[in-house]
């Protein structure tokens, strides 16, 4: 099996039949600092969906006071907002199948599911857009510590964990509105130590929760959705978060917050928590003890340098024994497929708008995956046979037995698509059954829903 076959399937998008892949473990790394797909596919900013924000709520205003042209300005902010969550869509598809490895792609994927958001409504769809490219795809190169903090000062994420209600008791802000009684919100304060970070089995309690909530107030967003830190929101005093101390200055500083994030981003039990989720999403549902082990050393060892611990990842001999473990969630799957067909980013982004929904976006959602995230913080679930329930391995069949023929007029002749699909690490079986099919479209429709091709 050579590498670039197998990092292709274990850690990209999958083998494509325009693309050879990375013929080693530097070559794969290497791709992670390219920026010509990036910058061949531009999607939606945080600066500029906030001014798509801003608009659409001017024109809902416009709208609501019966101005002489108040719905079509309306209408106009609502279709400029849906067309950049499209574009979004796209781009992000597009950059996936040009990419020679797809090795970022992958890794978007999982962060994205680390630090889950998951919001409704075109205004906070697009924030959620802007939130991959600017907090998660920016920052996959650098320190965790860098990631985090995009990531929880985040409009997106300030919004959707409720963190834009909470107020300190004793704030300027809820003083004088004793009436209102506005109060602490400890979503994200809870999510950031239980899910972000250190992890459920972490060292804290209730109490470093509740004090992290405090430390916390003042993260804002104005009323375009862009990132403020509203001073008059902050709870007064210092607060003491798993045995250090942070705030108390008078005028608060985001800079304490900062602060936290970085000593929080380098604590042991983060270093573990991080390295088995990675290990667990990249080789197996029960992932090796030993790369999840030589994962936290490297961790701890450079405080979280995101390279350093993707270089143990690509070459650990644990992730190649690993090989073909893990169950391909849908979004990996439907753009392995597209791949494997041969299908081009620029295919992608001149497709209308029905036939993305037809071929990607709906497919997506009836295989029990939304492009646009998990409903819940959590993120998406890692065991296989959360996806692979009777009713969601249905989907999966039908899409490779029947969309391939609507992709291409001419489809590929099964054995030859078998190792287009595959290469070296091709099976016996699925080759044999390809070459036996029927029909062209049965042939590929095999290879497409064979066990084999449902794994990585």
């Known amino acids: 099996m050579k590498y670039a076959d197998f990092s292709l399937v274990r850690f990209g998008t999958g083998l494509s039949p325009f693309m050879s892949g990375p013929e080693r473990p530097d070559d794969l790394?290497?791709?992670?600092?390219a920026t010509a797909v990036m910058e061949r596919y531009p999607s939606v900013g945080t600066e500029a969906a906030s001014r798509l924000a801003a608009e659409y709520e001017e024109g809902v205003r416009a709208a609501r006071e019966r101005r002489p042209d108040g719905e079509a300005l309306e209408k106009r902010?609502?279709?400029?907002?849906?067309?950049?969550?499209?574009?979004?869509?796209r781009s992000r598809l597009a950059r996936a199948l040009e990419d020679p490895t797809g090795f970022a792609d992958r890794l978007v994927q999982f962060w994205s599911s680390h630090f889950s958001i998951r919001m409704t409504g075109p205004k906070r769809r697009v924030l959620t857009s802007a939130y991959y490219d600017d907090a998660i795809r920016a920052n996959l190169t650098g320190r965790f510590a860098d990631m985090l903090r995009a990531v929880t000062l985040h409009p997106a994420m300030l919004i959707y964990l409720?963190?834009?209600?909470?107020?300190?008791?004793?704030?300027?802000?809820?003083l004088r509105r004793p009436k209102r009684r506005p109060g602490l919100n400890e979503n994200h304060a809870r999510e950031l130590l239980e899910l972000h970070t250190v992890g459920s089995g972490g060292a804290y309690t209730q109490s470093d929760v509740r004090q992290l909530a405090e430390l916390m107030t003042g993260l804002m967003v104005d009323r375009s959705a862009a990132f403020m830190y509203q001073t008059n929101r902050v709870e007064p005093g210092a607060e003491t978060v798993l045995g250090v101390e942070y705030g108390g200055g008078r005028p608060p500083r985001l800079t304490e917050i900062e602060a936290f994030l970085e000593d929080i981003s380098i604590h042991p039990d983060t270093a573990a928590h991080?390295?088995?989720?990675?290990?667990?999403?990249?080789?197996?549902?029960?992932?090796?003890?030993?790369?999840?082990?030589?994962l936290t050393q490297r961790f701890r060892e450079t405080d979280g340098d995101l390279m350093v611990l993707y270089d143990v990842l690509v070459r650990h001999r644990e992730a190649r024994s690993s090989f073909g473990q893990k169950i391909r969630q849908p979004q990996d799957l439907i753009t392995a497929w597209l791949r494997a067909l041969g299908v081009s980013g620029d295919e992608v982004m001149g497709w209308p708008r029905n036939r993305l929904h037809e071929m990607v976006l709906q497919p997506l959602i009836r295989m029990g995956q939304h492009w646009q995230g998990a409903p819940q913080p959590e993120g998406w679930p890692e065991e296989g046979d959360f996806w692979l329930t009777p009713q969601l391995l249905a989907m999966?069949?039908?899409?490779?037995m029947r969309q391939p023929g609507r992709l291409r007029e001419n489809l590929p002749d099964p054995r030859e698509f078998v190792?287009?699909?595959?290469?070296?690490?091709?099976?016996?079986?699925?080759?044999?059954?390809?070459?036996?099919?029927?029909?062209?479209?049965?042939?590929?429709?095999?290879?497409?829903a064979s066990p084999q091709f449902n794994r990585r």
């Not at 902010?77 to 869509?89: F, K, P, Y």
């Not at 999966?396 to 490779?400: L, N, P, S």
């Not at 595959?422 to 049965?442: Q, Y």
């Open 29 to 33: 790394l290497a791709s992670l600092r």
């Open 77 to 89: 902010t609502r279709d400029a907002l849906n067309d950049a969550v499209d574009r979004s869509h």
């Open 162 to 174: 409720d963190q834009t209600s909470s107020v300190g008791p004793r704030s300027r802000f809820a």
């Open 274 to 294: 991080i390295s088995y989720k990675l290990a667990r999403h990249f080789c197996a549902d029960d992932p090796p003890t030993q790369l999840v082990a030589d």
């Open 396 to 400: 999966r069949i039908g899409w490779a």
């Open 419 to 448: 190792a287009a699909a595959f290469g070296t690490t091709a099976d016996d079986a699925v080759a044999s059954a390809a070459a036996r099919a029927e029909s062209l479209s049965d042939g590929v429709g095999i290879v497409l």
